[in-house]
């Protein structure tokens, strides 16, 4: 399980929007997400200022291109980052 801290309500639409161009919808605050071999949850919360994602797994076909955990959560973490 991975949490960003310091997500606001701009952040986390900021990071809806760069992911929807990516085709991968976050619908409502929390949710499950499973695009091209790569699944998770994610749950923003906003009182609190964090999202969280768990049971993240990469196969296939992403795992094929080389991606894996920590790529998948250092490419969220960069964009998060952006959107701060």
């Known amino acids: 399980m991975k949490k ?15 992911l929807s161009g990516q085709g991968i919808n976050l619908e ?3 949710g499950y997400l499973s695009k091209n ?5 994610y749950a923003y919360d906003p ?4 999202l969280t ?4 797994e990469v196969g296939f076909p992403a795992s094929m291109i080389g991606m894996n955990n920590e790529k998948v959560l250092g490419i969220l973490d960069k964009a998060i980052g952006e959107c701060r």
């Open 4 to 18: 960003f801290d310091n997500i606001n309500d701009a952040a986390f639409a900021c990071l809806k929007t760069k």
């Open 28 to 30: 409502g605050n929390s």
């Open 37 to 41: 071999g790569i699944s998770l949850d």
């Open 47 to 50: 009182a609190a200022g964090t």
């Open 53 to 56: 994602i768990s049971n993240l």
